[in-house]
């Protein structure tokens, strides 16, 4: 010990704590030294030699049993094996070790598995992941998917897990990758955020913003045209009981007509998932709010645009 007195009281009953690292006063209890704990990754060595590795993979909510329990093993691990004997041993391991699983994870192996391959379609990051297992995993415990398809219920709770995120994720997006109806998934996303007393707040338009201007390539200027129209419209009170998507991409198109880049109604359309008529609308209710030395640029843009496709 470097110091041999308590400081406090001249005390030389002195006591080193091995679990954390101090040295303290017996009589007044002053912790007199401490060493720095070290918070970094617990490394170990479980084989012989150099190499060290940690006990194991994170635990992860996505896996039906968090990455815990210990599977016979992969069928690519049959043709490591020499005779045929032990092939039909394997499988027959393998076949008992899924049989002697509960229903419950019989469940959470499918449902996580079906929640990965949508995820994946939808690239979605695995924050969202997490989210949606959770959520899953919730709706499990309560007895709640009794009744529903499993399918619908994964793909509600990835709907919600979007929703929760603010990662823009309409529901046509998620139709277009399951087996589901549009409308079966939104009305399971309901029932499972009424039960399980989520708050989401609603979509704002300006969500949408980035991720369709960059699905239609432009620039970073007419995205920040695009937000300026959505703050009008939200002082006008245009955005409420309409579709965000719908005013998203109408504020999109009317930002693209005033810096030259146009995108024809078409292409805003196809990309934020609803019809030219929506955005035809939008985009007439937009224009209203917009101020007139505005109004008069996108009309002058409009003659010149019909102009040059007479010409051609």
């Not at 060290?52 to 909510?61: C, D, N, T, V």
């Not at 509960?102 to 992941?129: D, H, Q």
């Not at 989210?131 to 919600?160: D, H, P, T």
């Amino acid at each position: 010990m470097k110091k041999q007195k308590c400081p406090e009281c001249g005390s030389k009953e002195l006591i080193y704590d091995e679990v954390r690292g101090e040295t303290i006063c017996k009589r007044c209890g002053l912790v007199i030294e401490e060493q720095p704990i070290e918070r970094g990754r617990d490394w170990r060595e479980f084989e012989d030699g150099k190499r060290r590795g940690r006990g194991g993979a994170p635990l992860s909510l996505q896996k039906f049993d968090l990455g815990l329990s210990t599977s016979v093993g992969k069928n690519i691990d049959v043709y490591k094996l020499s005779t045929e004997r032990k092939v039909r041993k394997f499988f027959r391991l393998k076949k008992w070790q899924e049989r002697i699983g509960t229903s419950i994870e019989r469940n959470l192996r499918l449902a996580m598995g079906e929640l990965t391959r949508i995820a994946g379609y939808l690239n979605l990051p695995n924050p969202i992941k997490e989210e949606a297992a959770r959520i899953y995993n919730l709706v499990l415990e309560k007895g709640l998917i009794r009744g529903r398809n499993m399918e619908s219920v994964v793909a509600g709770c990835i709907y919600a897990a979007c929703r929760n995120f603010k990662i823009p994720r309409t529901l046509d997006e998620i139709a277009e990758v399951t087996n589901v109806d549009r409308k079966e998934i939104g009305r399971t996303y309901r029932f499972i955020i009424r039960r399980l007393s989520i708050k989401i707040r609603p979509t704002s338009p300006s969500d949408y913003i980035t991720r369709f201007a960059s699905m239609l390539k432009l620039s970073p200027k007419i995205q920040k045209d695009a937000i300026k129209i959505l703050k009008k419209a939200e002082g006008g009170e245009l955005t409420s009981g309409r579709g965000p998507a719908g005013i998203a991409a109408a504020a999109l198109y009317i930002a693209a007509l005033l810096n030259d880049e146009r995108r024809t109604q078409r292409e805003v359309a196809d990309i934020a998932g609803v019809t030219e008529v929506t955005i035809r609308n939008r985009y007439k209710e937009l224009l209203e709010k917009l101020r007139m030395e505005e109004k008069i640029k996108i009309k002058e843009k409009e003659k010149e645009l019909k102009k040059r496709s007479k010409r051609s």
